[in-house]
C-alpha cells in the first residue's frame, strides 16, 4: 500500500496482558492504515513461567508470520496490586524479547498518548476507543477490547511515524489534514 509515493509499512500493534494479549497488524504509510490481522492471544492456567513461554511463542509466531517492521507497545505506568504489575511486566518483556530477537524495532506509548491519537482525547474510554479503531479501519464490526487496544497502538505508531509529507507526527486524528 502507498499513497502518494509514501512507503507503507508494516506495524504490529500489541496490548499486553497477563492473561489476555491484543495484537494486531496493520500496514500504514502515514497517512493511510489497512487492517491485515489481530485477534487476542489467550494464555492459559499453566504454571507462570510456562505461560510466559507460551507468550513469547505466540507473539514470535504472530512476527515470523506478518514480519512487521515496527512493535508499538503500551508502556505500563501503574497498578494497584504489585503482583499484578509485576506479572505484566514480566508478560511485556516476553513480548519485547520476541520482537528483538526477529529484529523488530520496538517503540513505546503511554496509553494516554494511544487514546488521544486515535479518539482525539488522552481520558478516553474502552468503548470510544473500539469505536474509532473500527471506524479509522473500516472493520466490519467491533473488535475485542484487547483487539481494539492493539489496534489502537498501531494506528498511534502509524500516526507518530512523521510520514506526513515530510510536515512530521501529529497528536491526534484531529490534528491530521491531507
Known amino acids: 500500500m502507498s499513497g502518494r509515493g509514501r512507503e507503507s509499512r508494516r506495524i504490529l500493534g500489541i496490548d499486553p496482558g497477563s492473561r489476555i494479549t491484543g495484537y494486531a497488524v496493520i500496514d500504514s504509510d502515514g497517512q493511510r492504515s489497512q487492517h491485515r490481522a489481530s485477534g487476542c492471544i489467550r494464555i492459559g492456567a499453566e504454571p507462570w513461567p510456562d505461560r510466559l513461554g507460551n507468550l513469547f511463542r505466540a507473539v514470535s509466531a504472530v512476527v515470523e508470520q506478518y514480519a512487521p517492521a515496527d512493535l508499538a507497545v503500551e508502556q505500563v505506568f501503574f497498578a494497584r496490586d504489585p503482583s499484578a504489575a509485576l506479572k505484566l511486566g514480566q508478560a511485556r518483556g ?6 528483538l530477537q526477529a529484529g523488530v524495532a520496538v517503540y513505546e506509548y503511554s496509553a494516554r498518548a494511544v487514546k488521544l491519537a486515535v479518539v482525539g482525547t488522552g481520558g478516553a474510554d474502552k468503548a470510544q476507543v473500539q469505536h474509532m479503531v473500527r471506524v479509522l ?25 512523521g510520514a506526513l509529507g515530510g510536515r512530521g507526527a501529529v ?8
Open 171 to 178: 497528536a491526534s486524528w484531529r490534528d491530521w489534514s491531507p
Open 137 to 161: 479501519l473500516a472493520l466490519a464490526e467491533e473488535p475485542a477490547e484487547d483487539e481494539a487496544d492493539a489496534l489502537a497502538a498501531a494506528i498511534c505508531h502509524a500516526h507518530s511515524l
Open 94 to 99: 516476553a513480548i519485547l524479547c520476541a520482537a
